[in-house]
């Protein structure tokens, strides 16, 4: 039975995790449908998911339909939540995309469309809740080709639209769905069933139907299996898998979702450099103990403990593509409400940050606080929630903030020399940075020879720098830099008469990781930064005759408005508009939170991540965290006293 790994996907609460239900029912999983009111649903598995009806973490099941077998995966819909959809595309063989009959294309309705776009994965539009009052049909088609895509084919009709007694029909448009593929237009022609979906040319079969009444539910069904590839790869063939989840088992352990691209994974097989200990399969609605997890398959494997998500193992058949999400442009400080457990709530994030790395922990020990990077609001109290229910710990926020990058501006070197004032370190260490492409990263490369000193030193040299620029001139990470090691140079191992090792003669990798961060800040400072804050694309439908009360609005947030029109629809006879444009990121909750009074609460405001711009006027400094190395005295005294302490100790 061939595999198909689907995603499905929405703005929040379009209907994602009721379609699941509806489709595990469908295919016998369930004999009772959820409810996510009741928080009775099969993939709404935390407490948290059930509690507040939204869907927080993607989640597995896997049925058999229409004689395929379907690994279904039910990702978020709060765009506070997409670095989980992110991490899920990339094991996705096709998708389907939820749109609300009522509500119409959504602001992460569009951003997810995009990326699938761009991803080339084979997507099916379901338009749920047609039995829901002012459900739309032909104006809908029109709203989502004008804002997803053109390549529309209509697969199904809908009787009594708007009312619990809608009722939807075959009425497939095979002559416009041939007017996009030659291939489908010689199935009609020869009388065949059509070919999978071609992705190439962004052909959306559209289906329609209510995840409540499961009205449409078997159109859709024959749809995703007719229409979308089924996963590729050979049980026989080199292995190639990628872990996209992570969570921690009931003992603590490490729990990894692979996806095979292709060969098999048996237990007791190494994978990197652990061992697998165990392998539960995704099937029949349940995780299944096996021996072997094969090509196309989802499973859960144990005992994968240096696991991160977006590993791979073996060799990607195909170069994963970045899914391309924003990322995130807020960060918070978490504090521990009750004294005495700081420790633990550290415990807690690091482990919560295996589950989701853009929470990009930063712990500042002097005072005492542990920063985490956010997509918006709703994410920090699901964050509270978590660590309340799941560990115990009471925790308070100090006031969101706007995360910022620093841009190296020139060309900027420093060396400092071993054995020459005022370098107290055993090593020589001499650094060029220079501006890196964007979305480059930090490249570290050497002007030296290779065997000059031990591979220790410059390993040891490289993650300094990786680490250092983690807080550049004003405080913000460096995230585009090139840096070179143009000067290198230590003492050799040397020992007294009695053969016993001298550390104070002899140079460690300690030496080199400790003058580092002053060559790298000295250089930093010669080729200069500026500080770059997020920008957001927006556009915002209002009724016409709000917008001159908007403008001002607009103004006042920084708001950049780049062109204005309608579109195409009307509000009480008030022909709606659209305006779009670009605004900074630190401003998009203030005008989220002032839109409804401009409107009268009709206002519809999608923001997407855009690029860094310059800050206008002071850059904003963010307080730096550990041994300042831009104060030279201030940072030899707290070095060289840990420096002690540790010889103390050991």
């Not at 995703?224 to 003992?251: D, H, N, Q, Y």
């Not at 009471?394 to 060396?415: D, I, K, N, P, S």
């Not at 060029?432 to 570290?444: E, L, Q």
Request: aromatic share 4%; net charge negative.
């Amino acid at each position: 039975m061939s595999i198909l790994n689907l995603g499905i996907l929405a703005h929040v609460d379009a209907g994602k995790t009721s379609l699941t239900e509806r489709l595990l029912h469908t295919a016998g999983i369930i004999d009772h449908l959820g409810s996510v009111d009741d928080g009775s649903t099969q993939t709404d598995t935390l407490e948290l998911e059930r509690r507040r009806g939204i869907t927080i973490k993607s989640a597995v099941v896997s049925f058999p339909l229409l004689g395929r077998t379907v690994n279904l995966i039910d990702t978020p819909g709060h765009p506070d939540f997409i670095a989980e959809v992110e991490r899920v595309l990339g094991v996705l063989d096709g998708a389907v995309l939820v749109i609300s009959a009522v509500e119409g294309v959504q602001a992460q309705t569009r951003v997810l469309a995009r990326t699938l776009h761009r991803l080339r994965i084979p997507t099916l539009i379901f338009v749920n809740k047609v039995d829901r009052s002012g459900a739309r049909n032909t104006c809908l088609l029109d709203e989502i080709a004008a804002r997803i895509s053109p390549s529309l084919v209509p697969m199904s009709t809908v009787d009594d639209l708007g009312t619990r007694n809608a009722k939807v029909h075959d009425q497939v448009d095979m002559l416009r769905l041939a007017d996009h593929d030659d291939e489908v237009l010689t199935a009609f022609v020869e009388d065949r069933p059509p070919p999978p979906l071609r992705v190439r040319d962004r052909i959306h079969p559209v289906y329609f139907g209510s995840a409540i009444t499961g009205a449409g539910i078997d159109h859709l069904a024959r749809g995703i299996t007719r229409l979308l590839p089924p996963a590729s790869g050979t049980p026989g063939e080199p292995v190639s898998a990628e872990a996209f989840k992570v969570e921690r088992g009931p003992a603590g352990e490490k729990l990894a979702y692979l996806r095979m691209f292709g060969g098999t994974l048996r237990v007791r097989d190494t994978a990197g450099p652990d061992r697998i200990t165990g392998i539960e399969v995704f099937t029949n609605g349940t995780a299944q103990n096996r021996a072997a997890i094969t090509a196309g398959e989802i499973g859960r494997v144990r005992g994968l403990g240096s696991v991160r998500i977006g590993d791979t193992f073996g060799v990607r058949q195909t170069p994963s593509d970045q899914a391309g999400f924003a990322p995130p442009s807020l960060e918070t400080a978490v504090l521990a409400a009750r004294r005495g457990e700081r420790g633990a709530l550290h415990a807690a994030l690091a482990e919560l940050a295996e589950q989701d790395p853009l929470i990009n922990l930063r712990q500042d020990d002097e005072r005492q606080e542990i920063f985490v990077s956010l997509y918006g609001e709703v994410q920090k109290e699901v964050l509270e929630a978590t660590l309340a229910t799941e560990y115990g710990l009471a925790v308070t926020f100090r006031e969101t903030t706007t995360l910022c990058v620093e841009r190296v501006l020139g060309t900027g070197a420093a060396v400092e020399f071993n054995k020459v004032d005022p370098n107290p370190f055993l090593a020589t260490v001499g650094l060029r940075v220079a501006p890196g492409p964007p979305g480059a990263g930090v490249t570290f490369d050497l002007a030296v020879e290779p065997g000059s000193m031990p591979p220790a030193f410059f390993t040891a040299v490289e993650q300094t720098v990786r680490e250092t620029l983690r807080q550049g001139l004003c405080g913000w990470p460096v995230p585009d830099c090139a840096v070179v090691m143009t000067h290198s140079g230590y003492s050799a191992r040397q020992s007294h008469a009695h053969a016993v090792f001298d550390k104070s003669m002899s140079s460690t990798a300690g030496d080199f990781r400790n003058v580092t961060p002053l060559v790298l800040m000295e250089a930093l400072q010669r080729a200069g930064t500026e500080v770059l804050e997020p920008v957001h694309t927006f556009r915002v439908e209002v009724p016409g005759d709000a917008i001159p009360t908007l403008l001002p609005v607009l103004a006042s947030v920084r708001a950049i408005p780049l062109s204005t029109g309608s579109a195409g629809g009307a509000w009480g006879g008030e022909e709606a508009a659209v305006v779009a444009g670009e605004i900074p990121a630190a401003r998009v909750h203030e005008l989220q939170r002032r839109l409804p009074a401009l409107t009268r609460g009709e206002g519809v405001l999608e923001s997407a991540f855009a690029r860094y711009e310059p800050v206008r006027g002071a850059p904003p400094k963010r307080a730096r965290i550990g041994p300042d190395p831009l104060d030279r005295k201030e940072y030899l005294l707290r070095v060289l006293r840990r420096a002690g302490a540790r010889e103390a100790n050991g």
